[in-house]
């Protein structure tokens, strides 16, 4: 347990009232945990405990690192010129209700975490610690910032865990949004690891709101159209590229992330090997490249680098195929939901 507050103690005399009492945060917009942990204005706050107090009393944002998880499951943090604690309760909104479980807390030890400062206080041995809320922040981003939020924007996030069906991510302070497997990329992938690595720092577009305001991402409408990513490539050139399945009319080898090409089929070749493949031709009309595999072979595969293709903070739109293409390939993003051709 914390030591109770008392205005006896000449430290608490010299702080004031909580910054608590209906102030607004000023530190907008919000942005996933670990964005403001090297700023300048962040540092500051943390060379003197006056510097925390001015922080405390203008209610700003600020990010510092988790050192410990105790038996109570409150939070340790680094603030420089002090200790900080996040007791259980503030340590992530629904902790209260148990929708979300204390491994949401306990999983931030050694990662920056979001918070402000809700007031002052001693330990057990006197010593002067601040205590904090990352739930007063996640309640902020919530109300000013992903309540805004339309589909379409595009928006940073930073990669938490992967999953078989999709990628969880941060949006801001720590509130997490989904990004589905199948909205990953155009090339079709065995698992979200063929593309991302945990703590990640990557653009999103957000895909659906729901009625309890619950996010859903997209990521294939950023990395380019067949068009713009076939340019990359000419008939007669010898490229690399991954094997993605195996079928018996032929070998389907991702060349980019969101172009692959069907290459005649070769016994011994498997799903996941890297291979040496021979561009035959480029048929726009039919959105096709033709391949032939010259060498397949086992090889370790991080995920690639994200180029990205875009033009501004939002798109209503995103076509995949090229306008002489017969069939249209497309994202349409419109509240409340968005819809999406095949791929």
Not at 113 to 125: L, M, R, Y
Not at 302 to 327: M, N, T
Request: net charge neutral.
């Amino acid at each position: 347990m914390l030591p109770q507050r008392t205005g006896r103690d000449p430290f608490f005399a010299s702080v004031g009232s909580p910054a608590g009492s209906g102030k607004d945060l000023t530190m907008k917009p919000y942005h996933p945990e670990g964005f403001l942990l090297q700023t300048e204005e962040n540092a500051a706050a943390f060379t003197s405990l006056a510097a925390l107090k001015e922080a405390y009393y203008s209610g700003k944002v600020l990010e510092a690192r988790a050192i410990m998880c105790d038996k109570a499951h409150d939070l340790h943090v680094d603030l420089g010129a002090l200790r900080g604690i996040i007791p259980r309760a503030e340590g992530a909104l629904g902790l209260d209700d148990g929708s979300v479980r204390d491994i949401a807390v306990i999983s931030r030890v050694g990662k920056p975490v979001a918070f402000c400062i809700t007031g002052f206080s001693v330990d057990e041995d006197g010593r002067p610690l601040a205590l904090l809320s990352r739930k007063t922040v996640q309640q902020a981003c919530l109300r000013e910032y992903i309540a805004r939020l339309q589909p379409g924007d595009i928006i940073d996030a930073v990669v938490t865990h992967l999953e078989p069906f999709g990628v969880f991510c941060d949006i801001g302070a720590g509130i997490s949004a989904l990004m589905p497997i199948d909205t990953i990329s155009v090339s079709r992938i065995p698992h979200p690891a063929a593309r991302f690595l945990p703590g990640q720092r990557i653009k999103a577009v957000v895909k659906s709101l729901d009625e309890t305001g619950r996010i859903t991402l997209s990521y294939k409408e950023l990395l380019g159209t067949w068009e713009e990513n076939a340019a990359f490539f000419k008939p007669g050139e010898t490229v690399p590229g991954i094997v993605r399945s195996v079928e018996r009319y032929g070998i389907f080898v991702e060349l980019r992330p969101n172009l692959a090409g069907l290459a005649e089929y070769v016994p011994g070749v498997t799903a996941g090997q890297q291979a040496s493949v021979y561009i035959k031709n480029l048929i726009p009309e039919r959105m096709k490249i033709k391949l032939i595999i010259v060498d397949s072979f086992d090889a370790p595969c991080p995920p690639p680098k994200a180029q990205y293709f875009l033009s501004g903070d939002h798109i209503d739109r995103w076509v995949y195929s090229p306008a002489c293409c017969e069939k249209t390939v497309e994202s349409v993003f419109a509240a409340p939901a968005v819809t999406a051709g095949a791929v």
